[in-house]
């Protein structure tokens, strides 16, 4: 039988604390902000424009973000990698990365989703103990500004099929022609764009003039409140894409050619009291006949007046493998719109250094079925992929 020996000393027990999460304010200086955000509170910053993004450069191997409000979806890149989708839905708190290598890394949140999905209000960062946001490089120097329709919001971008009961999980404004095109310059961008509005007839209308067509909320910070106005001397872009017109004409009623650039002609006015130095390009898709010969003209006449600094730039159409839900262009239809557009954006920047995005920043491939090859040339493709020089899938 075993016996122990007790010989009367005290049991002594050490207190240790448990290790505190860093809280980073939202309006820390450290963090980047890019697209039009609500700063009305700077502690809450709100965003609903599709392409939202912040950025911040931290220290450790996890980071949580503070997001709530609307249904949407956000990518969370790390060092411009695309690593998972943070979903909104009811959630206040989650975390964006862990596991990362000890060291500094830069995280990146995009808003993937579009207005509709409702106001996403961001209240800050969370690392571990001990760790801390270090800062970034100065934004680019060069900025552009994307509006348009569904098109531009990327509806549906990240699909291979045409019909897709939900569209949701399709959608992302990263792989959208404008982000593309800006990041493969170095531009830091901005998206107005919403899904089934026209210069003056929105989608499905029963009256060729519509009472809220997009020039009326262009000028809001956040698109589902339009008492709250955007204050333009907050961020002067370089260049203004101007894609509107194809829900004009989609459908049955359409308005005649009149209408439609009367509007357009009081649009641009406006663009350039606002961008007075911007680049205006007017952009059409080859899909609607009615856009792009009406605007051709609309150049033509306003360049005549003397709008010396505007262009139009047709990007062409597109093949049924370029093509995700209901018709809109994916991955590859908006890489081939990009690097339509990209001529045009280049010699503009002519003469000054176009720094190209680096590798893993340009935009990212949705994940093939396995044994599926894709011939379409992109700058990154998801995590477990491989590509070749031509964009070919070559690993799962």
Same mark, same amino acid.
């Given at each position: 039988?075993?016996?122990?020996?007790?010989?009367?000393?005290?049991?002594?027990?050490? &207190?240790?604390?448990?290790?505190?999460?860093?809280?980073?304010? &939202?309006?820390?200086?450290? !963090?980047?902000?890019?697209?039009?955000?609500?700063?009305?509170?700077?502690? +809450?910053?709100?965003?609903?424009?599709?392409?939202?993004?912040?950025?911040?450069?931290?220290?450790?191997?996890?980071?949580?973000?503070?997001?709530?409000?609307?249904?949407?979806?956000?990518?969370?890149? !790390?060092?411009?990698?695309?690593?998972?989708?943070?979903?909104?839905?009811?959630?206040?708190?989650?975390?964006? %990365?862990?596991?990362?290598?000890?060291?500094?890394?830069?995280?990146?949140?995009?808003?993937?989703?579009?207005?509709? =999905?409702?106001?996403?209000?961001?209240?800050?960062?969370?690392?571990?103990?001990?760790?801390?946001?270090?800062?970034?490089?100065?934004?680019?120097?060069?900025?552009?500004?994307?509006?348009?329709?569904?098109?531009?919001?990327?509806?549906?971008?990240?699909?291979?099929?045409?019909?897709?009961?939900?569209?949701?999980?399709?959608?992302? =404004?990263?792989?959208?022609?404008?982000?593309?095109?800006?990041?493969?310059?170095?531009?830091?961008?901005?998206?107005?764009?919403? @899904?089934?509005?026209?210069?003056?007839?929105?989608?499905?209308?029963?009256?060729?003039?519509?009472?809220?067509?997009?020039?009326?909320?262009?000028? +809001? $910070?956040?698109?589902? $409140? /339009?008492?709250?106005?955007?204050?333009?001397?907050?961020?002067?872009?370089? !260049?203004? *894409?101007? %894609?509107?017109?194809?829900?004009?004409? @989609? $459908?049955?009623?359409? /308005?005649?050619?009149?209408?439609? *650039?009367?509007?357009?002609?009081?649009?641009?006015?406006?663009?350039?009291?606002?961008?007075?130095?911007?680049?205006?390009?007017?952009?059409?898709?080859?899909?609607? +006949?009615?856009?792009?010969?009406?605007? %051709?003209?609309?150049?033509?006449?306003?360049?005549?007046?003397?709008?010396?600094?505007?262009?139009?730039?047709?990007?062409?159409?597109?093949? +049924? /493998?370029?093509?995700?839900?209901?018709?809109?262009? =994916?991955?590859?239809?908006?890489?081939?719109?990009?690097?339509?557009?990209?001529? &045009?954006?280049?010699?503009?920047? %002519?003469? *000054? @250094?176009? *720094?190209? &995005? /680096?590798?893993?920043? @340009?935009?990212?491939?949705?994940?093939?079925?396995?044994?599926?090859?894709?011939?379409?040339?992109?700058?990154?493709?998801?995590?477990?992929?491989?590509?070749?020089?031509?964009?070919?899938?070559?690993?799962?």
């Amino acid at each position: 039988m075993l016996r122990f020996l007790s010989i009367g000393l005290p049991l002594l027990f050490v &207190a240790v604390p448990a290790r505190a999460a860093v809280d980073i304010a &939202a309006d820390d200086p450290l !963090i980047q902000y890019s697209g039009r955000w609500d700063i009305a509170n700077p502690k +809450q910053p709100r965003c609903d424009w599709p392409g939202s993004y912040l950025q911040a450069r931290f220290t450790g191997t996890t980071i949580t973000v503070k997001i709530s409000g609307g249904n949407n979806d956000f990518n969370v890149l !790390i060092d411009g990698v695309w690593k998972s989708k943070l979903t909104v839905d009811g959630k206040t708190t989650q975390v964006a %990365a862990s596991g990362l290598p000890e060291g500094e890394h830069t995280l990146m949140l995009a808003k993937r989703t579009e207005g509709f =999905n409702g106001i996403s209000t961001f209240a800050g960062l969370q690392l571990p103990d001990g760790k801390s946001l270090v800062a970034l490089p100065a934004k680019p120097t060069r900025r552009i500004q994307f509006i348009g329709d569904s098109f531009t919001v990327g509806y549906g971008s990240e699909a291979t099929v045409t019909v897709c009961p939900d569209k949701r999980p399709f959608d992302n =404004n990263f792989v959208a022609y404008g982000p593309v095109s800006a990041r493969d310059v170095g531009a830091e961008y901005s998206v107005q764009a919403v @899904s089934g509005l026209g210069m003056v007839h929105n989608y499905g209308d029963s009256k060729p003039l519509s009472d809220g067509p997009m020039p009326p909320i262009y000028d +809001q $910070t956040l698109f589902g $409140t /339009p008492s709250l106005k955007w204050d333009f001397t907050r961020w002067h872009p370089d !260049i203004v *894409t101007v %894609a509107l017109g194809t829900n004009d004409f @989609s $459908t049955a009623v359409k /308005p005649t050619q009149e209408q439609y *650039t009367t509007a357009y002609k009081a649009f641009i006015k406006k663009l350039r009291a606002w961008h007075p130095q911007a680049r205006i390009m007017l952009v059409t898709y080859a899909v609607d +006949q009615f856009q792009e010969k009406y605007v %051709a003209a609309l150049a033509t006449e306003v360049i005549a007046g003397g709008e010396a600094n505007l262009e139009h730039v047709k990007l062409p159409g597109l093949t +049924q /493998p370029e093509m995700g839900c209901d018709g809109h262009p =994916n991955v590859a239809g908006h890489r081939k719109y990009a690097d339509a557009l990209l001529p &045009a954006i280049k010699k503009f920047y %002519a003469g *000054t @250094s176009l *720094t190209p &995005a /680096p590798k893993g920043r @340009s935009g990212f491939a949705p994940r093939p079925a396995f044994g599926e090859t894709w011939l379409v040339r992109w700058d990154i493709v998801g995590p477990g992929l491989a590509a070749d020089a031509r964009g070919r899938i070559m690993a799962f």
